[in-house]
């Protein structure tokens, strides 16, 4: 039986009203591939090296490349390319990469500077699909607890239909597998554009901030 953590927590309005707020500011605009300038990439070139300039171009010829295909498709088959792809970046902690305890990078920081951790890869996978003609209603960024890692985690989960049993994608595993089939994590809560589920009613508030945070760089990116 799939556990009640994965086929949906219980709504808290008031974190919900806050998160769908934050959540929608450039909501389908920000963060896409195909949307990186030059100018962008020429700054990302000069802070993370030159090898950023090849990474970024291959990410964004990625995309465009997969755009027809991901209508024609099956979307599953879709989501263990971009899962497969985003893992390729190495994973290295916030406070060695970014100097702070906790910074969600956009997709083309992450591609950028060829690092991240777990947030910065669901992230990116996110709004990766999103691009490629997922439903975001499909996808939810979803916190959980390791129970191998013995320490939070976050993976991207996609569900076909909402009851579903949804498929996880994980930085730390290259196959996607069903949520009832990964008894190693239990979630906490779950997010999109739209709204946020938490698990057990507790609001995450400081997460608000975090979303907040990541949208005004992707703003910025997006007006570079």
């Not at 049993?165 to 008894?183: A, C, E, F």
Request: charged fraction near 25%; charge should be neutral.
């Amino acid at each position: 039986m799939l556990p009640t953590s994965w086929r949906g927590s219980r709504r808290y309005a008031f974190a919900s009203v806050l998160l769908a707020t934050a959540l929608a500011v450039w909501a389908g605009q920000l963060g896409f591939s195909t949307s990186v300038s030059a100018v962008l990439i020429d700054q990302y070139a000069s802070r993370f090296g030159q090898d950023a300039r090849e990474r970024l171009l291959g990410w964004r010829a990625f995309v465009k490349g997969h755009g027809t295909e991901a209508q024609v498709a099956r979307e599953t088959a879709m989501l263990a390319i971009v899962n497969r792809y985003f893992n390729r970046a190495r994973f290295v902690s916030d406070i060695e990469h970014w100097g702070v305890d906790d910074y969600w990078a956009t997709p083309a920081e992450l591609i950028a500077s060829d690092g991240g951790d777990c947030e910065d890869y669901a992230i990116a996978k996110y709004f990766a699909l999103k691009e490629l003609g997922i439903p975001r209603a499909r996808l939810r960024i979803t916190y959980v607890r390791s129970l191998l890692l013995k320490q939070a985690h976050m993976v991207l989960a996609y569900y076909p239909t909402p009851q579903a049993d949804p498929l996880i994608l994980d930085n730390l595993d290259d196959q996607i597998r069903p949520g009832s089939q990964r008894l190693d994590l239990v979630a906490v809560y779950s997010f999109n554009d739209e709204d946020a589920l938490i698990a057990g009613g507790r609001p995450a508030f400081r997460q608000v901030r975090r979303w907040r945070d990541l949208t005004d760089r992707l703003e910025r990116e997006a007006r570079t």
